[in-house]
């Protein structure tokens, strides 16, 4: 078939690669593309453990610059819901001062906000907001079987990362009732609380699992003056200066574990 349909070309490992790259974009765009049937099942089974060490490695914590890549973005977002313009300098971060300190091309006022990007810089931001439970090394001879990195799951195509602001009248309780009463789930003598709720493709991601100041929820949130406490760190642990500027050397692969140079 390979000389039927091309010639003398020499196909090689990388055109498999390309062909099954053509399967998913042409279905997305097409509804249908024939390179799927060309593959086995085993065959999309290893193209999907490739494209969870490459994004890892490009742009998670497996990735030196992991979290230099997204901290202007989660500065922007904490200095959007703390409600100013970015005041840490461009050089921390990476971020547009320019449009990042006019009130004209960044709102602190609106009820929602939108912002679309590729699907490795979802990643990177899921890295620098320090959420490792999607984490773990992925060696190179195949999927361990406790793997928590899924590209699929993660950014398929049309992904997206909503961050929910909850503002409730009182502190609400961590196990809802499923029973309704008169004062629902709220908890008597306690003042106006806000919360943060992060749905990733909608499915809740549990803040609690990964910031230990967060108390254990059912619902998953975090009180948002807890999380911002938290997040103070992401700056100084993105390392952006060293990350990106600095001298150092790419080592063995899992060396790196935290989306900053070992």
């Not at 390179?35 to 490739?50: A, K, R």
């Not at 997206?160 to 503002?167: A, G, P, Q």
Request: aromatic share 14%; with cysteine.
């Amino acid at each position: 078939m390979q000389m039927k349909l091309a010639g003398n070309y020499n196909w090689t490992v990388t055109d498999t690669f390309h062909a099954q790259t053509f399967c998913p974009h042409e279905t997305i765009s097409l509804g249908h593309s024939d390179f799927c049937n060309l593959f086995t099942y085993e065959d999309w089974e290893n193209y999907e453990y490739l494209q969870d060490t490459e994004f890892a490695g490009y742009s998670g914590l497996l990735s030196p610059t992991g979290r230099a890549q997204g901290i202007a973005w989660v500065e922007e977002f904490l200095a959007r819901v703390e409600g100013h313009y970015v005041d840490v300098p461009a050089n921390m971060t990476g971020a547009n001062m320019t449009l990042d300190t006019n009130p004209v091309t960044f709102h602190l006022d609106q009820k929602l906000y939108l912002k679309f990007t590729h699907d490795a810089n979802i990643i990177s931001v899921l890295t620098v907001f320090g959420l490792t439970q999607f984490s773990g090394f992925l060696p190179a001879t195949g999927p361990p079987a406790d793997q928590k990195f899924h590209t699929s799951r993660l950014v398929p195509f049309a992904g997206r990362l909503n961050i929910e602001i909850i503002k409730a009248p009182h502190k609400v309780s961590v196990k809802r009732s499923s029973k309704a009463t008169k004062g629902g789930d709220y908890i008597a003598g306690t003042g106006e609380t806000r919360y943060v709720h992060f749905v990733q493709n909608q499915h809740t991601v549990p803040l609690h699992a990964r910031f230990d100041a967060c108390e254990y929820r059912g619902d998953g949130w975090c009180e948002l003056s807890t999380f911002l406490k938290v997040q103070k760190e992401s700056l100084a642990k993105a390392e952006y200066q060293y990350a990106c500027f600095g001298n150092w050397t790419v080592k063995n692969w899992g060396t790196v574990r935290d989306g900053v140079p070992a």
